[in-house]
C-alpha cells in the first residue's frame, strides 16, 4: 500500500510538471501571448526572434532582407514571397555551411554573415521555419529570424 501512494504521488507531481509547463507556453496566438514560447531544443523564442507580416512587409519593400523560403520546391507553385531564395528544410544544414563562393554559386544570392540582422526563414506556416531557425542558430546566426505565419498568413494579408 505504502508503494502505490508513493506510486500515486509521483504520478501527481510529473502532472502537475506538465501542466505548468504547458501553461507557461502561449498556444493562442502570437498577437495576445507575452510570454515567450519554446523552440524544440527548449531555448526561449523572443519576439526579437520573430519576424511579423509588418516587418516583413516594410523588409521586402525596401529590399533590405535575406529571404529564404525553406519549403519543398514542389511547394513553390502555390507561390512564394518576392525575393525569397529557397532552399529546402533538409538542405538547410549543408547550404549554411558552404563557403560564400559555394554557396553564391549554387543559390544564386550572396551567403548571410554570421551577424545579419536581415536573415530571415520561412516556410508554409511557420513550422519548418522555426526548425531551419534552430538549425541557423547552431550554425552561429546568432541574430537569424524567422516569419512565424509563413507563406499562408502572407498570402492571405497581401492584396491579390
Not at 504520478?11 to 515567450?36: E, R
Not at 525596401?62 to 514542389?74: A, Y
Not at 513550422?127 to 550554425?139: N, P, Q, W
Amino acid at each position: 500500500m505504502h508503494l502505490r501512494s508513493g506510486v500515486c504521488a509521483l504520478v501527481a507531481l510529473l502532472l502537475l510538471s506538465v501542466s505548468a509547463h504547458i501553461t507557461d507556453q502561449c498556444d493562442n496566438g502570437a498577437d495576445s501571448c507575452s510570454k515567450w514560447t519554446k523552440t524544440s531544443d527548449n531555448q526561449p523564442l523572443t519576439t526579437d526572434d520573430v519576424v511579423t507580416y509588418e516587418q516583413l512587409k516594410e523588409m521586402v519593400s525596401t529590399g533590405n532582407i535575406q529571404l529564404f523560403d525553406v519549403r519543398e520546391p514542389n511547394e513553390l507553385e502555390a507561390g512564394f514571397i518576392p525575393g525569397a531564395t529557397n532552399i529546402p528544410l533538409g538542405d538547410v544544414e549543408q547550404a549554411f555551411r558552404l563557403n560564400p563562393d559555394q554557396f553564391r554559386e549554387r543559390y544564386g544570392v550572396p551567403k548571410p554573415g554570421l551577424e545579419d540582422s536581415d536573415f530571415v526563414l520561412y516556410c508554409r506556416r511557420g513550422i519548418r521555419s522555426l526548425t531551419a531557425l534552430e538549425i541557423a542558430r547552431d550554425l552561429g546566426y546568432s541574430r537569424a529570424r524567422h516569419y512565424a505565419g509563413g507563406y499562408n498568413e502572407w498570402n492571405e494579408l497581401e492584396p491579390q
